[in-house]
Antibody, heavy 122, light 110 residues
Framework: EAQLLESGGGLVQPGGSLRLSCAAS????????FTWVRQAPGKGLEWVSA????????FYADSVKGRFTISRDNTKDTLFLHMNNLRADDTAVYYC???????????????WGQGTMVTVSS | QSALTQPASVSGSPGHSITISCTGT?????????VSWYQQHPGKAPKLMIY???NRPSGVSNRFSGSKSGNTASLTISGLQAEDEADYYC??????????FGGGTKLTVL
């Protein structure tokens, strides 16, 4: 069964850092682009970042550009999101998701993890 | 990138049809045929229902269909069932090579 499992969430103080991981199993990892999407408590979905299958191309939402870095390890079928200078409005459930096809990095995703909660508070 | 515009809520009776609209700009919906729709039940991860305007992933009921005209995309659900009650989000590829979501629509099955 195709599965994505996020980890690394937790409570962090404003200005702090966190690294989220997304481990894939039961699916083909390396040719596919991946995306991070977040959802603040009681709010809608927000696209955060995406990375190409080869790790050579990355894209970011304006709200996280310069603070977040997306990366992947194709040898370990794992996606990462490095988050620096965290703010209260970064508080959300963070989902990783796999693109439905191997082209167009920032497109529709058909496999989603269950999410990991990040809380930024003092 | 501003969020796409969706109605906050829609409702319909079992067996009937509803349509959810999603309005963007020439820089997203109007410029590309890369609109997708997601269903999200409370406390669950989103589920892809439609991609590339009108394509259904394997396993999604043919009661779900998508379309686009100009800067507005639509999701139609026919033969409403109780389990269709959920939040629905549209999403589009953008001219910045990023993606953007709509604010979400809560579907109530009466």
């Amino acid at each position: 069964e195709a599965q994505l499992l996020e980890s690394g969430g937790g409570l962090v103080q404003p200005g702090g850092s966190l690294r989220l991981s997304c481990a894939a199993s039961g699916l083909t990892f390396s040719p596919y682009p991946f995306t991070w999407v977040r959802q603040a408590p009681g709010k809608g979905l927000e696209w955060v970042s995406a990375i190409s299958g080869s790790d050579t191309t990355t894209f970011y939402a304006d709200s996280v550009k310069g603070r977040f870095t997306i990366s992947r390890d194709n040898t370990k079928d794992t996606l990462f999101l490095h988050m620096n200078n965290l703010r209260a409005d970064d508080t959300a459930v963070y989902y990783c998701a796999r693109r439905i096809s191997t082209w167009l990095v920032s497109g529709a995703c058909d496999v989603w993890g269950q999410g990991t909660m990040v809380t930024v508070s003092s | 990138q501003s969020a796409l515009t969706q109605p906050a809520s829609v409702s319909g009776s079992p067996g009937h049809s509803i349509t959810i609209s999603c309005t963007g700009t020439n820089n997203d919906i109007g410029g590309y045929n890369y609109v997708s729709w997601y269903q999200q039940h409370p406390g669950k991860a989103p589920k892809l229902m439609i991609y590339d305007v009108n394509n259904r992933p394997s396993g999604v009921s043919n009661r779900f269909s998508g379309s686009k005209s100009g800067n507005t995309a639509s999701l139609t659900i026919s033969g409403l069932q109780a389990e269709d009650e959920a939040d629905y989000y549209c999403s589009s590829f953008t001219s910045s090579d990023t993606a953007v979501f709509g604010g979400g629509t809560k579907l109530t099955v009466l």
